[in-house]
């Protein structure tokens, strides 16, 4: 049995207001064409299909593209809504299209049967389990004593009364302890939505969405497939990749990560005004990446943005990295400011803004300006 494994498309986002819908209907063409290639069983989709509980139509009309695709080719797709998802919406025909083998839990109504896939070692039971807070499993089980998201999960899974004895893969959306983090996820505050892997022992395989980096948990067979395209500069070290699961006879489960290309890549990019425009440095790089350009200059560029996005048409965020921004310092009063002059007073406020004293042609040009000021000249 050959499964494909990814999570978190986020249709729809935008990153610092660049919209990627371009770059994920490149991406998901590419996962298509992967699934036809590998001849998987099915295709799963670990949650966060959208990236706002309420998506743009053009958005709305990918995941579409998308399925009808592999609905096509008769790839199964197996799918649960994640936190940024709108369960009740992605809901909508989800009884439709189990006829044409998309499986998708997007709203919790207790525990469903899995859904069963036959190969020559037997069946394989995949489990379903949307993004699931306590509140979620209370309103579904009002007798249950729940205070907290791994109590939720763990009460959830009990109810299947999984059998060890057979293979069983379960598509889940959880935060689970141990996982690393970036910028462009969606966590509780305290890691209160955090659970532990030991209440996943009886699948052979735990196919998770949540965290943007793919990453295994302990074990080979609990794993983020990671979010297909880089959302934030903190991804910019990720290698995206999609999961291919292959489930031989019960105890065995191979695990291979496939590398995806983006029409984009997402790069941070340092150095001085200078250097980042000079010839020799932007014909050695890809100007239609996403940049985040980093000047380390110390004073501020006049129009860096849009000069910089002549060269680099892609860039997303400029920021400076310099002895003023290096430290960050209170302003506070000034002691017995009326002992102190002007001059005196607005420099102590330059060098705690610039994090350096001014210069002698800035005082010269300050006491020439308090001296038109004082004597009421134009």
């Not at 004895?165 to 462009?184: D, K």
Request: aromatic share 8%.
């Amino acid at each position: 049995m050959k499964l494909l494994h990814c999570s978190d498309l986020h249709i729809g986002k935008r990153v610092n207001e660049f919209s990627m819908l371009a770059d994920q209907r490149y991406i998901l063409n590419m996962i298509h064409d992967l699934a036809v290639a590998e001849g998987v069983d099915g295709v799963i989709l670990a949650g966060d299909l959208y990236d706002k509980p309420i998506p743009p139509a053009e958005a709305v009309s990918l995941l579409d593209e998308f399925l009808t695709g592999l609905a096509r080719e008769n790839i199964p797709v197996f799918a649960v809504s994640g936190n940024h998802d709108s369960p009740e919406r992605l809901n909508f025909a989800s009884r439709l299209m189990e006829a044409q083998e998309i499986h998708l839990a997007a709203v919790y109504h207790g525990a469903e049967p899995p859904v069963v896939l036959e190969d020559a070692h037997g069946p394989v039971n995949i489990y379903l389990l949307p993004y699931l807070k306590p509140a979620v499993l209370r309103h579904v089980y009002p007798e249950a004593e729940i205070s907290g998201y791994e109590e939720a999960v763990a009460y959830a899974l009990d109810q299947w009364q999984v059998d060890p004895a057979q293979r069983n893969v379960l598509v889940a959306h959880q935060f689970v302890t141990g996982g690393s983090t970036c910028e462009s996820e969606e966590l509780s505050v305290g890691g209160l939505d955090q659970i532990s892997a030991q209440v996943f022992d009886s699948f052979d395989y735990v196919a998770l969405g949540h965290l943007h980096g793919p990453q295994k948990i302990g074990w080979d067979t609990i794993r983020y497939a990671g979010s297909p395209l880089k959302y934030s500069f903190s991804e910019c070290s990720h290698v995206k990749s999609v999961c291919i699961v292959e489930l031989g006879e019960k105890g065995r489960t191979e695990v291979r990560l496939v590398p995806l290309v983006p029409l984009h890549d997402m790069r941070e990019v340092r150095g001085t005004y200078e250097e980042v425009t000079a010839k020799s440095f932007y014909q050695d790089t890809d100007t239609r990446d996403y940049l985040h350009i980093i000047l380390t200059d110390e004073e501020d560029v006049p129009e860096a943005m849009g000069r910089l996005r002549a060269i680099y048409p892609n860039l997303m965020k400029l920021t400076y990295d310099n002895r003023r921004t290096r430290t960050v310092q209170e302003v506070t009063g000034a002691e017995r400011p009326e002992e102190r002059t002007p001059l005196e007073l607005f420099r102590d406020l330059y060098e705690l803004q610039n994090n350096q004293p001014m210069s002698q042609e800035q005082e010269d040009f300050l006491s020439q300006l308090m001296e038109k000021i004082w004597e009421g000249q134009p």
